[in-house]
């Protein structure tokens, strides 16, 4: 079974302030999703990095997966209370070969004005 | 476009009980998930289908069933409700196939289910 782990499990900051949260594995991924979940609602994907060391951009938030694609970090600048909400890393095993995601527990963001 | 519908968004189940929670999309997408989120432990996969016809377990199946006779509608199926299935429940899909993991899921709003 790939586990997931993400953390930290809950942050709370000031808007303003820069962050970072993480998303490891002792597995190897093929690719990595984010998602981000607001309440009363359905995850939104935000991004899919699929090569060892990648980063993408999305706005203020950078996604990074590890070298040895076993994990991932996002990293917000000058977060936003917008970017409160619940963040999940999801990856896809090594061989993509069984359809299905496996999602870690979250990151709960609440970013106060 | 509706995407990923889910019906009911709420309903309160008594023990015992069954039910069904629906799920159609209008993505015409071959790959559809369902995944039960309880606080703090992220999403769990009950069962998924890769096609009309196709389903399998997921991580936590026990106590539920699905069917897969249509590519839109994906419908879970709770035989005897009990308390520890009080949770939200998401259904997701994604166009599948090859490069599936590069694709996204697409999920619903979800369904609360409290059974008491």
């Known amino acids: 079974t790939q586990l997931l782990e993400q953390s930290p499990q809950f942050l709370s900051i000031q808007e303003g302030e820069n962050l970072t949260v993480y998303c490891n594995s002792s597995?190897?991924?093929?690719?990595l999703q984010w998602y981000r979940q607001e309440p009363g609602e359905g995850p939104v994907l935000l991004v899919t990095v699929v090569t060892g060391g990648e980063v993408k951009k999305l706005k203020r938030l950078t996604f990074q997966f590890g070298d040895a694609r076993k994990d991932s970090s996002l990293h917000i600048t000058a977060a936003q209370p917008g970017d409160t909400g619940l963040y999940l890393c999801a990856g896809v095993g090594s061989t993509g070969a069984n359809s299905k995601l496996t999602f870690g527990k979250g990151i709960t963001l609440s970013v106060r004005p | 476009n509706a995407g990923v519908t889910q019906t009911p968004k709420f309903r309160i189940l008594k023990i015992g009980q069954s039910m069904t929670l629906q799920c159609a999309q209008d993505?015409?997408?071959?790959?559809m998930y369902w995944y039960r989120q309880d606080p703090g432990m992220g999403l769990k996969l009950i069962y998924y289908s890769v096609g009309a016809g196709i389903t399998d377990k997921g991580e936590v199946p026990n106590g539920y069933n699905v069917s897969r006779s249509t590519t839109e509608d994906f419908p879970l199926r709770l035989e005897l409700a009990a308390p520890s299935q009080t949770s939200v429940y998401f259904c997701?899909?994604?166009?599948?196939?090859?490069?599936?993991?590069?694709?996204?899921?697409?999920f619903g709003d979800g369904t609360r289910l409290s059974i008491l």
């Open positions: 993505m015409n997408h071959n790959y």
């Open positions: 997701a899909s994604t166009p599948g196939k090859a490069n599936w993991g590069n694709q996204p899921q697409h």
């Open positions: 597995s190897v991924f093929s690719s």
